[in-house]
């Protein structure tokens, strides 16, 4: 059975940093996107950064870009978010999802499984 658990949420002040992991288990493949995505209250869940397996290839949202930085444990199945400058507007609840298949990085429907998400919020 497949798990995704999350960890490393937690409320920190503008400026600050946080390091969120997945942990991901119960595959019998290695899925073909690992990713994270937010969402908050009343708005739809974004992409905010995915890892292609194959290539080791990132995208990140242009609202992270140069201060998030996505990457993987391949012997432990862990994936990772590292967040700098970390601003107020990045205050959301974070997913971890893993897609079998290929497809655009931030198309929610490409993704299979899904953690239950981990909180972060930015106070200014």
């Known amino acids: 059975q497949v798990q995704l658990a999350e960890s490393g949420g937690g409320s920190v002040q503008a400026g600050g940093s946080l390091r969120l992991t997945c942990a991901a288990s119960?595959?019998?493949?290695?899925?073909?996107?690992m990713g994270w995505f937010r969402q908050t209250p009343g708005a739809e869940r974004e992409g905010v950064a995915s890892?292609?397996?194959?290539?080791?290839?990132?995208d990140y949202a242009d609202s992270v870009k140069g201060r998030f930085t996505i990457s993987r444990d391949n012997i432990d199945n862990m994936l990772y978010l590292q967040m700098n400058s970390l601003k107020p507007e990045d205050t959301a609840m974070y997913y971890c999802?893993?897609?079998?298949?290929?497809?655009?990085?931030?198309?929610?429907?490409?993704?299979?499984?899904w953690g239950q998400g981990t909180q972060v919020t930015v106070s200014s």
């Open positions: 119960g595959y019998s493949s290695t899925p073909n996107r």
């Open positions: 999802a893993t897609a079998a298949w290929g497809g655009i990085w931030n198309d929610r429907s490409r993704y299979n499984d």
């Open positions: 890892l292609h397996t194959p290539t080791g290839t990132t």
